[in-house]
C-alpha cells in the first residue's frame, strides 16, 4: 500500500485513502437507471415507505426480512441508490413528486396499476393499526440476533392471524364498496369506443356465443356509464358464467404456450407482448370485475372463487390467489379440494411465464445458492427454498386441507412433488410415490423384477388414478434433479401399468431436458457451479429422439424438439444430418405458413359475410383469436429456421470446421442455400477447402421493391383487423400498428403471402454474432 501510495500526488494520495478506506460507502450512489432518467426519478431508491402495506406483506415469513435496511457485512448485496440486488420495487417513492409533471405522475400511476400495485391490494397503515406479528416489510424494531421461529413462517399460520385477517379484509371491503361504477373503470390505452354498446341486450348474446372480448365490454360499458345496478343485479349463474368465458384457458393460455418456448430476444424478435404484461393486464381486469360485484356487501359463491382460483393458477399470479383466498375466507366459503389445489399451484407456477425463472429450475448448487437469498433477482424470485421456502408453504397448506376434511387426489400429489423436487427433496418424492402409488424408485432404479415392484391397482374412477400429469410431473422432477435416466424408466413404468398413452408434453419434457444435460459444458465455472452434473453423452440426444418417433410411440416431434435436436448435431459435427433434419423441420414451417394462410382466409370471409349482414358459425372474435395464435407460431417457427441456417454456416468457419462439412459446402450448399434464401442474409459467406466463396443471395433494388410492397400489405392487413377491434389483447402482436389512410381492402390471402421476405444483413463473416431480424409482420416465407 505504501509503495502504492507513493507513486502519487499529494492530491491524489487523500483522494485514493478517501476512496479505499471511507467505510460502506459506494460510487456512484446518484446512478439513475435509464428507464426512469427520462423523468427524473431515482430509480433504485429505497426507503422504508417503499413496501408498506402490499400484498407482499403476506408472502414471506420473517426469514425474508432480515438485513433489509442493514448496512455491510459479507451477505450484504447492496445496489446503489440503497435497494438490495434483486428486489423487486414494488412500490415506488419518488424524491421528486413535488417536480414532476403531472402527465410524469399519471404515466408512474398507469406502470403501477399494471403491475398490481393497486390501492385493493394496498392498505397503508392496516398492519400498524391491530398491532399484528406482520408488520410492513421494513426492518423498523426487528430483533436480527433472535432466533427465527419455524412455527411463525408457517404460511396458513398467517391466515389464522384474526388481527391481520380483520385489518386487511376490512380495507379491501371499503376499496370495494364504491357507491360508483366509475370508480372501477381506469382509463388506458384501450379504444374507449368499444364501450358504446348496449351492454344489457348484448352481454346475454355475448355470453351464449363464449365471447371473451364481448362480455368484457359489456361488463366495463356499465361501468362507464355508472350502472352498478346493472352489474349487481345479475344472477348469479349470470355472473358465474362471466366469470368463465373470461378465464385465462379461453384466452390466454395458447398465447402463453406458445411463448414459453422463447426467451426475451426471441419474443422481442418476433414481436409478442411479455407474458408478465399480458398476465397482468388480464388479472387486473378479472380483479375489477370482481370488486365491481362484491361492492356494498355483496358475497361471491363457492363456485365463483374457485373460477377465479383457477384463473389465478392459468395467470401465474401468486398474489391474486392471495387476496382471492382471503375474500373467500371473509365470505364464510368453505373450501374444496378444488380450490386448494388451485391455490397451491398458484404458489409452485407462480410466473411460470418468466423465461428466466424456466431455464434455472436445475437443482445445481448455484441455482440453490441463489434462492436462499433474501432478494434473489428476476430469474430466482419465481420461488425460494429452504425455511419459508416453496416446500414448506405447500406443504403448510396441503395439511390444512386433510384437517379440514378435505380429500387429496392425483393433482393434490402432484402439486406436493412438483413443490418438492425444486426444492430438491427427492426423499419426499420418492416417499409420496411409494406411499400413494406403491411405486418403490429405489427399487425399480436397483435393477428389481418388474414383479416385485408391482403398482398399487386402482379403479379407474379413483381421484388417485394417474392420468398423463402424472408422468409429466415424474418427467419434469427427475429431470431438473438431473437424473434423466431414472426419469425415462419411471415413465415407461407407470406408462405401462396403468396404460397411459405418453403425451407429446411429457415427452418434450423429457427431450428438452435431455439436451440441456447434454449440452457440452467447459471452463472454470462449469467445474464448480454444478453444471456437470448429470452429464450424458453427446449422442443422448439422438437416442431418445428415435426411440420416441419409433414404434410403439411414434411422437410427432415439434419445432421446439428439432431445434434442440439441431444444435446438438452442431455440437457433434454431424453436417449433413444437420441438413437432413432441417428440411424435416421445414416442412413444420411450411404448415405453420398454411394454417396462418388458412385462419386468415377465414377471417377475411367472416368479415366480408358480416358486412353483408350473413350470420356467422364462429364470432369475428373467435376468427381473430384464432388466427392471433396461428401467426405467433408462425412466426416462431421462421425465427428457428433462421437460427438453423446461421448454425449451418457455421459450422464451415475456423475452429467450427468440420470434417464431414467439405463434400456440403463444396458442391451441395450453392442448391441448399437457394431453397432457403428466405431466411438468408443478403450476402452470405462460407468456407471451402479451397478458400472462401461468396453468394448474394438478394440484391439493392429486389430489397427495396420487396420493402414497399411489404409495407403496402401492412397497410391492408390493418384494414382488416380494424372490422375486429379488441377490447382485451389488442396489441398483444406488438408489431402491429395502426393503419394510415387506406380504402382498399386486401383481395386475397395470396396477394399478401406473395411478398417474399429478404433479410438485408451484411456480414464478411458467418461468424460475426449480427442478428437476423425476424421480420415481424411477413405473412409467407
Known amino acids: 500500500m505504501t509503495t502504492f501510495l507513493a507513486r502519487l500526488g499529494q492530491l491524489e494520495t487523500r483522494t485514493a485513502l478517501g476512496t479505499i478506506w471511507r467505510p460502506k460507502k459506494r460510487r456512484r450512489e446518484e446512478w439513475i437507471c435509464r428507464r426512469c432518467h427520462g423523468r427524473q426519478v431515482q430509480g433504485r431508491g429505497y426507503s422504508d415507505e417503499s413496501f408498506r402495506g402490499t400484498v407482499s406483506d403476506y408472502i414471506f415469513p420473517p426469514a425474508r426480512e432480515e438485513r433489509r435496511d442493514g448496512g455491510g457485512g459479507p451477505g450484504d448485496s447492496r445496489e446503489s441508490g440503497g435497494r438490495l440486488r434483486g428486489t423487486p420495487q414494488l412500490a415506488r417513492r419518488n424524491p421528486f413528486a413535488e417536480e414532476m409533471e403531472p402527465e410524469d405522475r399519471e404515466e408512474m400511476e398507469r406502470e403501477d396499476y399494471m403491475y398490481g400495485l393497486r390501492k385493493p391490494l394496498d392498505v397503508p397503515g392496516a398492519h400498524a393499526r391491530n398491532g399484528s406479528q406482520w408488520p410492513t416489510r421494513t426492518t423498523q424494531d426487528v430483533d436480527f440476533t433472535a432466533p427465527h421461529e419455524s412455527s411463525q413462517s408457517m404460511l396458513w399460520e398467517r391466515f389464522q392471524d384474526t388481527d391481520v385477517e380483520d385489518a386487511q379484509l376490512a380495507a379491501e371491503v371499503e376499496s370495494s364498496s364504491s357507491e360508483h361504477a366509475r370508480d372501477y373503470f381506469h382509463e388506458s390505452g384501450r379504444d374507449a369506443s368499444l364501450l358504446n354498446v348496449d351492454y344489457a341486450t348484448t352481454l346475454p348474446q355475448a355470453l351464449a356465443r363464449g365471447e371473451t372480448d364481448l362480455t368484457a365490454r359489456c361488463m366495463f360499458a356499465a361501468a362507464k356509464v355508472d350502472d352498478m345496478d346493472f352489474i349487481r343485479g345479475l344472477s348469479d349463474r349470470a355472473f358465474t358464467q362471466v366469470l368463465t368465458v373470461l378465464e385465462p384457458a379461453n384466452v390466454i393460455s395458447r398465447f402463453a404456450t406458445a411463448n414459453l418456448n422463447m426467451n426475451e430476444a426471441t419474443r422481442n424478435l418476433v414481436g409478442t407482448a411479455p407474458m408478465d404484461r399480458v398476465a397482468a393486464e388480464y388479472s387486473h381486469l378479472v380483479s375489477d370485475l370482481v370488486a365491481m360485484r362484491r361492492s356494498r356487501g355483496f358475497r361471491l359463491p363457492l363456485s365463483d372463487y374457485a373460477v377465479l382460483l383457477r384463473g389465478a393458477r392459468d395467470l401465474g399470479n401468486r398474489k391474486l390467489s392471495e387476496s382471492l383466498w382471503r375474500r373467500m375466507q371473509h365470505d364464510s366459503c368453505v373450501p374444496t379440494t378444488e380450490c386448494y389445489n388451485y391455490y397451491m399451484a398458484a404458489r409452485v407456477f407462480h410466473e411460470y411465464h418468466n423465461s428466466a425463472g424456466n431455464h434455472k429450475l436445475r437443482v445445481i448448487p448455484h441455482n440453490m445458492s441463489a434462492r436462499t437469498t433474501n432478494n434473489p433477482n428476476a430469474a430466482y424470485r419465481t420461488f425460494r427454498i429452504g425455511t419459508g421456502g416453496l416446500n414448506e408453504q405447500v406443504m403448510a397448506i396441503f395439511r390444512e386441507m386433510l384437517s379440514n376434511g378435505a380429500t387429496a387426489d392425483e393433482e393434490s400429489f402432484r402439486i406436493v412433488i412438483t413443490a418438492a423436487a425444486r426444492e430438491g427433496d427427492m426423499v419426499s418424492v420418492k416417499s409420496v410415490l411409494r406411499k400413494v402409488w406403491n411405486l418403490d424408485v429405489d427399487a425399480v432404479l436397483g435393477s428389481a423384477a418388474e414383479a416385485d415392484t408391482a403398482l398399487k391397482q386402482l379403479p379407474m374412477d379413483s381421484p388417485l388414478f394417474p392420468t398423463d400429469k402424472l408422468l409429466s410431473t415424474i418427467a419434469h422432477a427427475f429431470a431438473i434433479n438431473n437424473d434423466i435416466p431414472a426419469a425415462l424408466r419411471l415413465v415407461d413404468l407407470v406408462a405401462r401399468h396403468y396404460d397411459i398413452t405418453i403425451s407429446e408434453e411429457t415427452w418434450g419434457q423429457l427431450f428438452e431436458w435431455t439436451s440441456v444435460l447434454a449440452s457440452p459444458r467447459t471452463g472454470v465455472k462449469a467445474a464448480s457451479d454444478g453444471t456437470k452434473t448429470g452429464q450424458l453423452p453427446l449422442q443422448s440426444v439422438m437416442s431418445l429422439w428415435q426411440t420416441m418417433t419409433a414404434a410403439p410411440y411414434h411422437i410427432q416431434p415439434t419445432m421446439g424438439m428439432y431445434d434442440h435436436l439441431i444444435k446438438n448435431l ?44 350473413d350470420s356467422l358459425e364462429q364470432s369475428l372474435e373467435s376468427l381473430r383469436r384464432e388466427w392471433e395464435y396461428a401467426e405467433v407460431r408462425r412466426k416462431r417457427s421462421r425465427f428457428w429456421c433462421q437460427r438453423w441456417l446461421r448454425l449451418l454456416l457455421g459450422s464451415s468457419q475456423g475452429p467450427s470446421r468440420f470434417v464431414d462439412a467439405d463434400s456440403v459446402f463444396h458442391s451441395d450448399f450453392p442448391r441448399l442455400l437457394w431453397s432457403w434464401r428466405f431466411f438468408a442474409p443478403k450476402t452470405v459467406f462460407y468456407e471451402i477447402s479451397t478458400g472462401m466463396v461468396e453468394l448474394s443471395v438478394w440484391s439493392e433494388e429486389g430489397i427495396d421493391r420487396w420493402k414497399e410492397k411489404r409495407e403496402d400489405l401492412k397497410i391492408e392487413r390493418e384494414c382488416w383487423l380494424g372490422e375486429v377491434p379488441m377490447y382485451i389483447g389488442d396489441e398483444w402482436l406488438t408489431s402491429r400498428r395502426a393503419p394510415r389512410d387506406a380504402t382498399t381492402p386486401v383481395e386475397s390471402w395470396e396477394d399478401i403471402a406473395s411478398g417474399d421476405n429478404p433479410v438485408k444483413q451484411d456480414r464478411a463473416h458467418p461468424k460475426r454474432v449480427e442478428r437476423v431480424e425476424a421480420e415481424a409482420d411477413e405473412l409467407d416465407h
Open 570 to 613: 452442431f455440437y457433434r459435427g454431424m453436417t449433413p444430418t444437420v441438413i437432413e433434419k432441417m428440411e424435416e423441420g421445414r416442412f413444420l414451417f411450411d404448415q405453420s405458413v398454411d394454417d396462418a394462410r388458412q385462419r386468415w382466409r377465414q377471417l377475411t370471409h367472416g368479415i366480408a359475410r358480416h358486412r353483408r349482414g
